[in-house]
């Protein structure tokens, strides 16, 4: 043991990680790095031990099984096509409105959400077939980047979401209540979304022209053929997820494998299966999976000598501490974890502050679910604000030259959704039923 004080031990290990986050290592390294290093320095070689039973307890989690399962679900429904044919549905019934077609690419995004659950996918998807067609059609080039980062960052909370699996087993809460916790949220951002671009396109009509009509000019039925057969086969997949865990069928484990059937079999459906499409979407689930398994073992190998030193302690302390009873310890957790979302993946942010937090929960007073929930939200605003940022590195990436859209132009897109983030959770404190109404509706 050393002679340091758990304030200063704290201190020291906050400090490491986050120098070494800013030096441009990849995060399991300072957080693994640190955690091992001062635990071996503080405990000696039993920490080993330590570490060994938290990493192998959490690689063998058997509700994390549901990663790779929704991950490969929404690998092969990005290459299933399905995308493409709802936004050329929507594409003619929405596309006469002002900001339509931003509108749609919310839609699309919001819809995908409940498919897909991995950001990279959605954004890529959205990237690809509504980016060209906004700016064709003279949409600003900020409107445009926004609504394709705030709708594919849906896919991160609206369930199913790897975020909700992996923050399940950490908090011991139910990942099935969870997912029906974040779908009332998820939607209301959606709203919020759909709102401030119909809004934003009446007062500016220059950036978000309507579609000529010339080019809507398909018949009643036809559209709605298109759209019927577009959303079908949708909602047939988000019922066989969601619908079997909301009505207590089976849990989320067994549904993820239960959808990541169903999405081959509308890959098949729709012929785009082949041999290349189901070696690059196992080599994604894998490299996905190993991506947040070895982030959460470093990090699991962190909190736990964090926590051995007592500096969990120090941080409840410092939380309770805070002006303002427990709404004020409230606003400054919700601060930390805007700022965490700056410099450090939502992979790391969970697997250390939800260890350190949830324990604290249960002293201030708040509903476990509702507080889990928050912090899902707060952390969509880290997929959106610089310098780490998901989002915008995933739109950039994959926008064609050819359109001439930059990081500035991204980043005044995605600023006014940041905003309307923050209203969201501004209404999840004002009205929680909006977090846990359909949680009490699930058939146990």
């Given at each position: 043991m050393t002679g340091l004080?758990?304030?200063?031990i704290t201190i020291?290990m906050?400090?490491?990680v986050l120098l070494?986050?800013?030096t441009?290592?990849?995060?399991a390294?300072?957080?693994g790095?640190?955690?091992?290093?001062?635990?071996?320095i503080?405990f000696?070689?039993?920490?080993?031990?330590l570490i060994?039973?938290?990493?192998?307890?959490?690689?063998?989690?058997?509700?994390?099984?549901?990663?790779?399962?929704?991950v490969?679900?929404?690998?092969m429904?990005?290459?299933?096509?399905?995308?493409e044919?709802?936004y050329?549905?929507?594409?003619?019934w929405?596309?006469?409105?002002?900001?339509?077609?931003?509108?749609?690419?919310v839609?699309?995004?919001t819809i995908?959400a409940?498919?897909v659950?991995v950001?990279?996918?959605s954004i890529?998807m959205l990237?690809?077939?509504?980016l060209p067609a906004?700016?064709?059609?003279?949409?600003s080039?900020?409107?445009a980047?926004?609504?394709i980062?705030?709708?594919g960052?849906?896919?991160?909370l609206?369930?199913?979401?790897?975020?909700?699996?992996i923050?399940?087993?950490?908090?011991?809460?139910?990942?099935g209540?969870?997912?029906?916790?974040?779908?009332?949220?998820?939607l209301?951002l959606?709203?919020?979304?759909?709102?401030?671009i119909?809004?934003r396109?009446m007062?500016?009509?220059?950036?978000?022209p309507?579609?000529?009509?010339?080019?809507?000019?398909?018949?009643f039925f036809?559209k709605?053929?298109?759209?019927?057969t577009?959303?079908?086969?949708?909602?047939?997949l988000?019922?066989?997820?969601?619908?079997?865990?909301?009505?207590g069928?089976a849990?989320?484990?067994?549904?993820?494998a239960v959808?990541?059937?169903?999405?081959?079999?509308?890959?098949i459906?729709?012929?785009?299966f082949?041999?290349t499409v189901?070696?690059?979407?196992?080599l994604?689930?894998v490299?996905?999976?190993?991506?947040?398994?070895?982030i959460?073992s470093?990090?699991?190998?962190?909190v736990?000598v964090?926590?051995?030193a007592?500096?969990?302690k120090?941080?409840e302390?410092?939380?309770?501490?805070?002006?303002?009873?427990?709404?004020?310890?409230?606003?400054?957790?919700?601060?930390?974890?805007?700022?965490?979302?700056?410099?450090i993946?939502w992979?790391?942010?969970l697997?250390?502050?939800?260890?350190?937090?949830?324990?604290?929960?249960?002293?201030?007073?708040?509903?476990?679910l509702w507080f889990?929930?928050?912090?899902?939200?707060?952390?969509?605003?880290?997929?959106?604000?610089?310098?780490f940022?998901?989002?915008i590195?995933f739109?950039?990436?994959?926008?064609?030259?050819?359109?001439?859209?930059?990081t500035?132009?991204i980043?005044?897109?995605?600023?006014?959704?940041?905003?309307l983030?923050?209203?969201?959770?501004?209404?999840?404190?004002a009205?929680?039923?909006?977090?846990?109404?359909l949680?009490?509706?699930?058939?146990?």
């Amino acid at each position: 043991m050393t002679g340091l004080s758990p304030e200063v031990i704290t201190i020291l290990m906050m400090g490491a990680v986050l120098l070494g986050v800013l030096t441009g290592f990849p995060l399991a390294i300072p957080i693994g790095g640190v955690g091992v290093i001062a635990g071996y320095i503080m405990f000696g070689a039993p920490v080993f031990d330590l570490i060994y039973s938290r990493v192998f307890a959490l690689i063998t989690d058997y509700t994390l099984l549901a990663v790779p399962l929704f991950v490969f679900m929404g690998s092969m429904l990005e290459r299933s096509g399905i995308a493409e044919r709802m936004y050329g549905a929507l594409y003619l019934w929405l596309g006469g409105f002002r900001g339509g077609l931003a509108i749609i690419t919310v839609l699309i995004g919001t819809i995908m959400a409940a498919c897909v659950g991995v950001i990279a996918a959605s954004i890529t998807m959205l990237a690809l077939i509504a980016l060209p067609a906004m700016l064709k059609r003279g949409y600003s080039k900020s409107l445009a980047s926004g609504s394709i980062c705030a709708g594919g960052c849906l896919g991160i909370l609206i369930p199913p979401s790897i975020m909700l699996v992996i923050y399940g087993p950490m908090a011991w809460i139910s990942v099935g209540k969870l997912f029906m916790a974040a779908f009332v949220p998820g939607l209301v951002l959606s709203g919020l979304y759909c709102s401030y671009i119909a809004i934003r396109s009446m007062l500016q009509p220059e950036i978000a022209p309507a579609v000529p009509v010339e080019e809507r000019a398909v018949s009643f039925f036809k559209k709605t053929i298109m759209l019927f057969t577009s959303l079908l086969p949708t909602a047939l997949l988000i019922l066989s997820v969601l619908g079997v865990i909301f009505f207590g069928i089976a849990p989320p484990t067994e549904a993820a494998a239960v959808g990541a059937g169903v999405a081959t079999i509308l890959a098949i459906a729709y012929r785009r299966f082949n041999w290349t499409v189901l070696r690059d979407t196992a080599l994604g689930t894998v490299k996905l999976t190993a991506m947040v398994l070895l982030i959460g073992s470093c990090s699991t190998a962190f909190v736990s000598v964090f926590l051995s030193a007592g500096c969990g302690k120090v941080v409840e302390n410092f939380i309770l501490a805070a002006p303002g009873g427990h709404w004020g310890a409230f606003i400054i957790i919700m601060f930390i974890c805007f700022l965490l979302g700056m410099f450090i993946d939502w992979i790391g942010i969970l697997f250390v502050m939800v260890p350190i937090l949830s324990p604290i929960v249960p002293v201030l007073g708040f509903d476990e679910l509702w507080f889990a929930m928050m912090i899902c939200v707060n952390l969509q605003m880290s997929f959106m604000t610089p310098p780490f940022a998901y989002a915008i590195f995933f739109l950039k990436g994959t926008a064609d030259p050819a359109l001439g859209v930059t990081t500035a132009d991204i980043i005044r897109g995605v600023i006014p959704f940041v905003i309307l983030i923050m209203v969201g959770l501004g209404l999840c404190v004002a009205f929680p039923e909006l977090i846990l109404w359909l949680p009490g509706m699930m058939i146990k």
